[in-house]
């Protein structure tokens, strides 16, 4: 077990934030796959739109931040709300109506907010979250913090007239704004090519504009982890928003809880969601970087998945009594 030091050096700082990245992975999966679960056992029909396949991008980014950095997220937020240290039993509690949850039960699945730890909010309306993340960087910058606010968003909503409307206005501002594109390649059901010119360049438009701009492979935590450290300095230092673009693999359907890589409209290989699972990545570097064996893994792999499983079923039994 790793111990807490005041002054890590580089190689433990890394080994902290890669294991603490693998709980939380592993903690946004376990609890997704019991609200699939419990969805439909109880044959729930409400929205439920799931991260598991990609939960190391919410991992990732905000791993990166502190609490003073604010993060808005989307219709897809479990794992964001998660990794960002949100209360799970209130989430839980959101997800099935009951007055305990985080938005006393009002909200629902896309509605996730802990201020505590510095996640702000959610919206599910498509785009919404860029010009309403913009003016919570406008906040911060006003009131000189020197932290930066973050809004994830899908590859859909990178195509709304709003993004590129905020992006404009956030750098003739020089907002602190670090904006996340999950592009999961599908638009719903929809794929890029039929929606996107052959020559549409989200670099060239965002630069072009005067923003920061990178993309990556979104399924591994360490690279996402590095970059975000990384851009949050350049938009601090320079006075100068950033759109981090990132890969990623939904496995479930755009919402429900059934997996459907099956499915016709799913236009890359079917094995890649297994083959480039962020969970095998980030375990394969700490294996190689860190000398951790596949029993350590999986003694920490049974301890949070225990842990988690214990925290959902509490959650479900109080709901039941009411």
Request: net charge positive.
């Amino acid at each position: 077990m790793l111990k807490k030091y005041k002054n890590l050096s580089p190689n433990l700082f890394l080994e902290k934030k890669y294991i603490e990245g693998y709980r939380k992975i592993l903690t946004i999966r376990t609890i997704e796959s019991l609200l699939a679960d419990s969805f439909l056992k109880m044959k729930k029909t409400s929205f439920l739109h799931l991260s598991i396949g990609q939960e190391a991008s919410a991992v990732g980014i905000c791993l990166a931040l502190n609490k003073r950095d604010l993060v808005f997220g989307n219709h897809r937020s479990h794992g964001h709300f998660i990794a960002k240290g949100g209360n799970i039993t209130k989430m839980i509690f959101e997800i099935f109506g009951d007055a305990r949850g985080c938005c006393k039960g009002f909200g629902g699945s896309m509605h996730m907010l802990d201020r505590k730890v510095g996640f702000i909010g959610t919206t599910p309306i498509l785009g919404s979250v860029v010009p309403i993340v913009s003016g919570v960087s406008m906040s911060l910058k006003l009131q000189n913090k020197k932290n930066i606010a973050v809004g994830f968003i899908g590859d859909g909503s990178a195509e709304e007239g709003g993004f590129y409307e905020t992006i404009n206005i956030a750098c003739l501002y020089k907002l602190p704004l670090l904006i996340i594109i999950e592009d999961n390649h599908y638009s719903v059901e929809i794929p890029r090519s039929l929606r996107k010119s052959k020559n549409y360049n989200h670099k060239k438009i965002v630069e072009g504009i005067g923003a920061f701009y990178s993309r990556l492979n979104g399924q591994d935590f360490a690279k996402i982890f590095k970059e975000t450290k990384i851009l949050k300095e350049k938009i601090l230092k320079n006075k100068k928003p950033a759109v981090l673009h990132l890969d990623v693999l939904r496995r479930f359907a755009h919402s429900g809880s059934n997996q459907d890589i099956e499915k016709d409209y799913r236009v890359e290989r079917k094995d890649i969601h297994f083959t480039k699972d962020p969970l095998e990545i980030l375990a394969k570097k700490l294996r190689k970087e860190f000398k951790y064996s596949r029993a350590d893994l999986e003694i920490i792999k049974k301890n949070v998945e225990l842990n988690a499983s214990k925290i959902y079923n509490q959650c479900l039994n109080k709901i039941k009594l009411l």
